[in-house]
């Protein structure tokens, strides 16, 4: 039996008004010996009817009861069968040349196990509202990562074997679990990413919630302390700690406001 070149992993929970769109996004990739995975975390809405209206045989839907994205995102890449292992969420929406880049960077960097893109960010209206441009080689990503998210998760695709060898996501954290995975992958791979924003980012109502973004801030304060409890960065990087713990005291507007400083 052959296997594809890359698994596509997303997990959706009531996104009806937006799936239709990425998963045709995934099928209309140039690159397109590819399989996309999709676990359906106990959707309610009309998910699970607009993911059965697909006929590709690329397809392979598993319905399960609400668990949350991070055990979602670990029961796909179960059920990957490539090298390559890619994300899309399930509001997000991939360039048609998006795969067929990453792959060829990949082919000519094997070094890299962990690459990912800039990403345009839009409103529900569809409206331009920003481009997240990342740090691009593996030194500036290093740099970067105690301080911040280097990468636009729905963004990377990841060589299999790095992320099995750090034992895939971490499902103690419900957010940030990309955060975490970075950070631990950064122990055993090279990083980059490339800087074309081949990935359009929705920046819906209601995405991050006031509470799950105050949990965001203590996964990353987490994720930071362990990196400087390892050693992977040096004892004097443990102010970068801090900073999540302080953001908490700020409304909510300061808050998104700071982040989207931070990825100019």
């Keep these: ?68 994205l991070t055990p979602a995102l670990n029961a796909a890449l179960r059920l990957a069968r490539a090298p390559l292992v890619a994300r899309l969420d399930a509001d997000d929406v991939a360039m048609p040349e998006r795969f067929e880049r ?18 345009r960010e839009v409103d529900a209206s569809g409206r331009e509202v920003a481009i997240v441009r990342p740090p691009t080689s593996d030194v500036e990503i290093r740099r970067a990562l105690i301080r911040s998210n280097a990468f636009v998760h729905s963004s990377v695709t990841m060589r299999r074997a790095a992320l099995e060898e750090v034992g895939g996501y971490d499902e103690a ?48 304060a987490s994720v930071r302390w362990r990196a400087v409890r390892s050693g992977t960065y040096p004892a004097w990087c443990a102010h970068f700690v801090i900073r999540p713990l302080l953001a908490q005291a700020l409304p909510p507007g300061a808050r998104r406001l700071l982040r989207r400083l931070r990825s100019r």
Excluded: C, K
């Design 173 to 220: 954290f419900a957010v940030a679990q990309d955060y975490d995975l970075w950070m631990r992958m950064s122990r055993v791979t090279r990083m980059a990413n490339l800087s074309e924003a081949l990935v359009i980012r929705r920046l819906l109502p209601g995405r991050v919630s006031e509470a799950r973004d105050t949990e965001r801030l203590r996964t990353e």
């Design 1 to 68: 039996m052959t296997h594809p070149a890359v698994s596509v992993l997303m997990g959706v929970w009531n996104a009806a008004p937006q799936v239709r769109d990425a998963v045709e996004s995934v099928f209309a990739q140039t690159a397109g010996d590819l399989e996309l995975i999709v676990i359906d975390d106990g959707s309610t809405d009309a998910t699970a009817g607009i993911l059965a209206s697909f006929r590709d045989p690329r397809l392979r839907v598993e319905r399960r009861a609400r668990g949350g």
């Design 102 to 119: 990453q792959l060829a960077f990949l082919a000519e960097h094997p070094e890299v196990g962990v690459l990912g893109t800039a990403a």
